[in-house]
């Protein structure tokens, strides 16, 4: 994932400005590596599981963190340095999220001490309250969990892409845009923002490519959460879903765009780099629901996640925020419409085969059944809302720190 976030980066900044990028994409891996090694895998699962077993091993949940174990890895078994190392992957991927929307600004100095910290201190506080047995939004007890059904984010659409994707916006509006992007010198606002295109189609394709890829072991990965007996039985059908949200994100949006182009300059004209953020946009909306959606929810999942894609990129070029590879409307709006999807279209079977429970199911399945119970909806807008409020505080009150 890490190369394919590298090679999206380098191919959206101009020529310049590579080694800066892709310096920063290294400092991703190696910073949260360090951060996470330290304090953020204690955070984030210390106390949370039997080393010896994938069952759960809690008492209560709780809002922080319930146990010292695990800080430099201390007490780790062999049997669980896999599963650090698994989580580690999901860590570098938030974190370097943030790299693209950043590219040609940031001293790395300071690149560097964000990477820690998100590693260190606030990212597994999110992974806690939502993949942690002991977390209060978690849905992988087996009781006690919120309203009777817990939040579901399989494989991080909230965990790992709102968080990275509220982080990038939140830094770039620290940082204000690239000279000459929406101000002139003396600072007077452009009548027409100034595009500053990658130097290179080719890498992006190429890191689009790798990042599907590796979606597939994000996805289908996230299965050892689980301790169902049929779980790895459902490994194709995670596959399939994430395949088939990533084709229709692609596919709408370039239609969408290709439409809308015709109308307003007369030429059809048809835009890769819009195509290629569409079918990331149906990689992260999926990545939520993928092991508890029928296919075909999978693709009404890809449409509306490339829709989304479309209004909030232009939306972002009206508000002057300046994000070099569109991470935000990629990684923070479709990681909030994959979490809400789920609430939506959560088949009924499928929760009950992985999670063991089904009184709550996704909203359109109550409505069918005469129902309106939208209690797991509800769940995955509080997690959401925790997300966001959480990250937020995080990053006001470092700043209130070091002014």
Sequence with gaps: MQAGFAMIAAGCVRTNNIQNTLLKNLLDACGAALGFYTVGYAFAWG???????????????????????????????????????????????????????????????????????????????????????????????????????????FAGSTVVHLTGGMTALIATKILGPRAGRFYDLRGRVLDTPKDFPGHSLALQMLGVFILWFGWYGFNTGSIIRLTN????????????????????????????????????????????????????????????????????????????????????????VKCRIDDAVDAIPVHMINGIWGTFSVGLFASPNLLEILYGRSDHVGWFYSLSKGSADATLLACQVVGIIFTAGKLFNHYFTCSLTFV
Excluded at 137 to 150: H, K, N, P, Y
Excluded at 282 to 287: D, E, K, Q, S, Y
Aim: proline share 1%; with cysteine; glycine share 8%.
């Design 47 to 153: 106390g949370s599981t039997d080393r010896n077993t994938t069952q759960n091993n809690y008492s209560s949940h709780s809002f922080m963190f319930d146990s010292t174990e695990s800080f430099f890895m201390m007490g780790l078994d062999f049997a669980e340095l896999s599963f650090w190392l698994f989580q580690l992957a999901f860590c570098s991927a938030s974190a370097t999220i943030v790299a693209g929307t950043l590219a040609e600004r940031c001293q790395m100095g300071a690149y560097l001490g964000y990477s820690l910290m998100l590693a260190g201190f606030v990212y597994p506080v999110i992974v806690h309250q939502i993949w942690s047995p002991s977390g209060f939004l978690t849905a992988q007890r087996e009781t006690d969990v919120l309203w009777g059904v817990g939040m579901v984010d």
């Design 229 to 316: 007996d049929l779980r790895y039985t459902y490994v194709s059908k995670i596959a399939i879903n994430t395949t088939l949200a990533a084709a229709s994100g692609t596919v709408t949006t370039l239609f969408i765009h290709t439409v809308v182009q015709e109308r307003l300059t007369g030429e059809v004209t048809y835009n890769l780099q819009y195509a290629m953020n569409g079918c990331l946009s149906g990689l992260v909306a999926i990545t939520a629901g993928c092991s508890v959606i029928e296919s075909w929810a999978s693709i009404i999942i890809g449409i509306v996640a490339g829709g989304l894609y479309l209004v909030f990129s232009r939306q972002l």
